[in-house]
């Protein structure tokens, strides 16, 4: 194909562009395209099998020989004195390629141990007992004080956010309405009936066209939903077809790469709350809490190895979370009770430190019904996440929260900054370069017709990314670099009148 041919228009793997209008989440233009991914391990997780700190290891048999993973078995991460349990390979191998963290000893001040009242306060944010709009929720709110009336449209086409299962999440519970859509499965195209309703002044006839606008809401989302997962993609071979959650997850992959434009997904994995049977009778090393660590890790791998292999690492992150975590010592039913402080995970390609956090310090000393004190509060890991990976300024996140803000370093290492990056003397700007699976350019149209094409040095078209493309305004233009090799390369664009190009570097 020569330069001067020009097709059908065309957009790479249903990717769309449009203009830059409002900003979702208010975030840095750097940052419009990211997505996070919230795991909640229903139940309260016990964090000290989970992540069993090393060095404390002695003090732990004191406290909880019957359930203790023994130390030649547990998955060491060479860091911290820090080891995982045997089934967790999966994070194991994640950790070592530098995509998984442990922030330690997560919790919040005088921690209330019932199942019903911790999950409120990890999903509103908040220790106040009257707050019941979720913490991002309350951010919604903040930019889009009418949802659901008159979304989607035009320039919010998706949903906010996706509760994957029966049930939405009261993370994303605003004042009208949750933010967030739940889908058990995205191929599943249901739609629901609906009439016409009139507000005819009376507390029916508003209600009903309260509920009749909600279910045209759903409707048009669950096709949005749908059309994006049949045009997305799965790449990677470890996803085992019997793990509910690794399911989940792969439909979640499939759904970011067919260009849903969702922000948040959250995932539900219940049964944690293992006050009997944690271990076998005759077997520590299994039981109902290996059975459900081995669910999260291999379903974790597996999703991180997609997103690799789909060119999405650097867009997408997340993190686990469970409403506390057990006692230091166990029970005589080879279980746990409900205690305090737990870690937290972070996976993703733009983690900033691996361990956040000290080990906790265990006593030689049984005392009753003790738990592993906070050190860090969940609201500072909240608000940082806004912060570090949606780039949400200070100002607008420390209202949300009934805390003084402590930030941690969580996801920055991605954060070079495109705001930072210069254009060059065309005016192109180009990130990440050199890239891999995705890269992005920046640009100001000027209300023409536009063809975008990757060129080799010997002046070949490599790929054509779109012809005849009406753009005007500032513009950020993703393409789809999977099936490039290894090379250098120009990305040229062009209308009626000029063509610059800006070098483009990929690596495999």
């Known amino acids: 194909m020569a330069l001067g041919s020009i097709g059908m228009p065309f957009v790479m793997n249903n990717i769309q562009l449009q203009t830059i209008q409002q ?3 208010n975030f840095a233009k750097s940052a419009e395209d990211r997505v996070l991914i919230i795991v909640r391990l229903n139940g309260g997780n016990d964090g000290l099998n989970t992540v069993i700190p090393l060095d404390q290891y002695d003090n732990l048999v004191i406290q909880r020989q019957n359930i203790l993973v023994p130390q030649s078995q547990a998955l060491s991460l060479n860091q911290s004195n820090l080891a995982l349990h045997p089934v967790m390979s999966g994070m194991q191998h994640i950790f070592q390629d530098g995509q998984l963290g442990i922030i330690q000893n997560v919790g919040y001040p005088d921690q209330n141990r019932s199942h019903f009242r911790s999950t409120d306060i990890w999903s509103t944010g908040s220790l106040d007992p009257y707050e019941h709009k979720g913490w991002l929720g309350r951010h919604f709110d903040d930019y889009y004080p009418n949802y659901p009336d008159d979304y989607p449209n035009a320039t919010y086409p998706d949903p906010f956010a996706i509760s994957m299962g029966y049930n939405v999440s009261e993370t994303c519970q605003g004042l009208m309405a949750n933010f967030s859509q739940a889908i058990a499965n995205p191929l599943d195209s249901i ?7 009139v507000d005819d002044g009376t507390y029916y006839g508003s209600h009903m ?5 909600l279910i045209d809401q759903t409707n048009a989302y669950g096709q949005r939903i749908y059309n994006a997962t049949m045009a997305g993609n799965t790449l990677s071979q470890l ?3 019997n793990n509910e959650v690794a399911k989940q997850l792969r439909f979640v992959a499939r759904m970011i790469s067919g260009g849903l434009q969702t922000k948040v997904y959250i995932i539900n994995i219940d049964g944690f709350d293992t006050h009997s049977g944690q ?12 059975t459900l660590l081995k669910t999260l890790s291999d379903a974790l791998y597996a999703f991180q190895d997609d997103i690799n292999l789909l060119g999405l690492n650097q867009r997408v992150a997340g993190f686990t979370f469970s409403e506390f975590g057990r006692q230091i010592a166990s029970n005589a039913s080879l279980g746990s009770d409900h205690g305090d402080a737990a ?6 390609e733009c983690i900033t430190s691996q361990v956040i956090g000290p080990n906790p310090v265990i006593s030689n000393t ?3 019904q003790a738990g592993v004190p906070m050190q860090i509060d969940f609201r500072d890991v909240y608000a940082s996440l806004l912060k570090d990976w949606f780039l949400v300024p200070e100002e607008d996140i420390e209202p949300l929260f009934d805390h003084s803000i402590q930030y941690l370093d969580l996801l920055g290492s991605c954060n070079l900054g495109v705001e930072k990056v210069s254009k060059n003397k065309e005016g192109l700007m180009l ?4 890239a891999s699976g995705m890269t992005y350019l920046r640009m100001n149209a000027k209300n023409r017709a536009y063809a975008m094409h990757i060129i080799d040095l010997n002046g070949n078209i490599v790929v054509e990314v779109f012809s005849n493309k009406h753009l005007d305004g500032e513009q950020i233009i993703p393409i789809d670099l999977q099936n490039i090799v290894t090379g250098n390369y120009l990305v040229v664009i062009r209308d009626g009148m000029m063509e610059k190009s800006i070098k483009l570097f990929v690596i495999k």
């Open 23 to 25: 900003k979702l989440f």
């Open 191 to 197: 739609t629901l009936p609906n009439g016409t309703s």
């Open 209 to 213: 066209v309260y509920l009749t606008n």
């Open 239 to 241: 996803y085992d077809p």
């Open 279 to 290: 271990v076998d009778q005759t077997n520590i090393l299994t039981g109902r809490h290996s």
């Open 343 to 348: 870690p937290m995970f972070l996976f993703g």
């Open 366 to 368: 049984v005392v009753n």
């Open 431 to 434: 990130y990440p370069n050199p």
